[in-house]
């Protein structure tokens, strides 16, 4: 079969019915009105105006229809009000619930920012028959396979830097490929890949992500992998937590973020950093990688091994971090910017690097500071951990 | 009132420069008991003392009624706006960056009693120190930034998340009250925006009487704008001793009894910060909790069927703790476990989450704050409760004071009206099983019932306010509406509409 594969055959086995759990923790043990969610929320703090509790009291008095539609968008899903609820009402789930049931009556689509780019690619990745080639960013000197034990998930790196230039992101997937090269992992980077549907899936499309989740589960299953690594935290969401639900389960495919496959590595002794990389640094946990996987933990150790690093937390770390104040592409507005001025101050205030674990964290960051931070700023630099990390091979 | 057009009050506002919001504003429409209710047509967002100001001069000026709110958190119903009022959202007070954005991280101002600025990280244990902060902060916030020093808000009431200004409008009791009192007893210092006849005023207010007498004032006042509360080491934890006691018995009554009993030999041997109860049953956590799989802890929440089981916790300092142990013996049936710090925090959250609301269910309060003076009439009163109570959803929970046992029961309701007087009159029934001499019960009011605070509090309590109000906001722009003679008209269980 050709990686053009026709979206038209039946793919994956029947799909899991999908009796979301989070609606049904939500009625059943959800919001008490107290309020915390709103003095959590870091868009709360920018725009008085918007509050998680109004939006769950106006539902429930109103109905789902009385739900504002500026309210609805608002929302960067970070889930910050989750954590800091005392009965753990899943308010992102509950966002993401009535964005899909209100898409329909919608009077415009989902607001994707930088010109709907990111919409564009995700739902030009449905088309059946698509020929891609996501291996021109690789370069020379480093090596990927068609098969193999071990796939490398790209997720939209190959095209992410047609718009943000000044990212250069595909550096980040370089870096992955040099450390699993050193470690003797020569990774499946294949061009039968598709966008994983974070943003779709997040913004209400559910018809889209299914799609595409189907879609790539069918190809690699048809690799025979064992191990599914990407370097992308909300790829990392999807495909470890979300695609199960549509495809099923992954039948012994271990799905792991690059920190977690690098922190794997070095305590192996498979990987070893022999050059020191002299930067102070701090780290910025995003959302789908922390809060919503849970995985804190690995970027750091991954941190504390490589040599003449300076590790230094922030104020509000874990649980508790602060979104880079984009969610799904969907919100990038004023709020926006002064929630992002709020966190790199505090950045900048422990290192001269933020180093984060999410291409798309870097990218928003990276926007801001590019354009015209609302005060002046210390000398940042946004890094990622892959290339913080690749940096120390000798 | 004499009215004001809309749009006439709306280019008052934004020549003001305060942040408001117009409409009909749903989100606002109750505070955390729903019994009263009241959907605003405008919300003004100060942000500063200057700008509680201006809004009290408008107030006066065109005899607008102003309607403060915190968090709106609590269940008395004074933070609910009636039609025609402004809705004043205090949470940006004194909580705000220079962009006027509300900021969480902050450093907070330590003063001593006198008011001088202090260095936390020189105080020593025994001094008496206060953090001066804006009526919009939150203990929780204020406690995440002290945590640093290892000092924390003296009293923090179960919902952190209510605001200061809250607080002492509330006169709130909670974590530390065993220890340092009401709310109200631990400020020092209240500035309050009042009202004259000419216009706002700023009252500077260091008489700890004076605040005393005006705590519990349920914003009918003016407007706190910044307080002096109390602050109090976080002891180390080989100081500290925190031990969960737990019964289990098909008996309510001798259950209570015991407890009860248990209950008075530690008030009158032990000093402590946090005395605290709950019933535990099957399904008070969800079955994915991980307190489930808690080695200390995870073994209560598994309660044999036919079984009330209910648990208690203290912490206190270890040295004035010294008697629980003993106390603890003398009592088989009871079962005695030191835990940590963190094991506390985590019973806290169990009884915080188990008392609230589902989404489609709201807690109808009316039987909150009941004093069981006696606590050997304990059992008796659970055992009224409970038979009144049956299969009603909702659970009991309460503290131990040292002058007595506070117990609290809010039924569950959804929200349409028949539900809500089924909740309500389920009330009645209970304070008729138990709000009796012979079981030395007393309702303590502090919690308000909506607007029947007001309605039933005793007279010499109604005509307290009444001075206040006369003295502090002779122009009555404040909450005008809550000491009228037809604030039963407003309150659920008369009229409840939405």
Redesign the interface.
Known sequence: MTDAVSLQVALGPAPVARVDPALQ????????????C???CPV???N??F?P??????A???GAD?VDESDLWACLTCGECQVAC????PYPAFIRAQREKLRPVMERMAPCKHGGFKEIVSKIMTRPNLNQDRRAWIGDGLKVADRGDVIYFTGCLPYLDGIFSYCDSARIGRAAIKLMNTAGIVPVVANSERCCGHDALWNGDSATFETLARANAKWIKETGAKRLVTTCAECYSMLRYEYPQVVGDWNGLEVLHMSELIEELVKAGTLKFTKPVEVKVTYQDPCRLGRQSKEYDAPREVLRAIPGVQFVEM??VRENAMCCGVGAYSNCDAATK?MQQ?RLE?AASKADHMVTACPHCRIHFSCYLDGKP?DPLPDLKIVDLTELAAQALG | METIEARDLEALLQESGI?Y?MGEL???????SFLTLGVPSLIA?PANEGECVKLVDLAVKHRLALVPRG???GTAGAAVAPSGAILV?M??VGACDR?G?????FVPLVVNAKGEPMDLAKARPDDELYVRVGAGR?S??TNRMLSKSRWTVAVTPS???STFGGNYATNARGSGTPAFGPFGDTVNRVRLVASSSDGARVLEITDREEIRRLAGHHGLVGLVTELDVRIAPVRKGDEMLCAILSIDSADVRSLGATMGNLMKRVAASCRYYAGEFLFIDAGIV?PDDPIRKDPTLGGYFAVPPGVRRMALVYRGMREAMVELPKIAAEFPEVLYREITHSQFQSMM?VR??AT?????R??VPGCEDFIVQDPARFGDVLARMFEAVGTADGRLHGHHYPDGIEVHYRPQAR?AKADVEEAWNLNLRLREAVLRPELTVEDRREHGLGLALFRDSPRSRRDELRTLKAEYDPANVFCPHMLEASVEARFVGTDFT?
């Open positions: 923790v939500l009625t059943a043990e959800g919001c008490i009105q107290c309020n915390k709103t003095f959590s709360h703090r920018v008085v105006l509050s509790r109004k939006v769950i009291l106006q429930y008095l109103g009385d005392p009965t753990e009402v104020d509000r002064f709020d505090e609302i | 942040l919001d749903r989100g606002y429409a109750t505070d955390a967002f968090t709106g958190s959202d949470e940006r962009r954005h509300r900021r969480s991280l939150t929780d916030e919902s952190g998340y969800r959250a915080k989450a609230g609301k589902s989404l489609h709201i807690n929200i939405i």
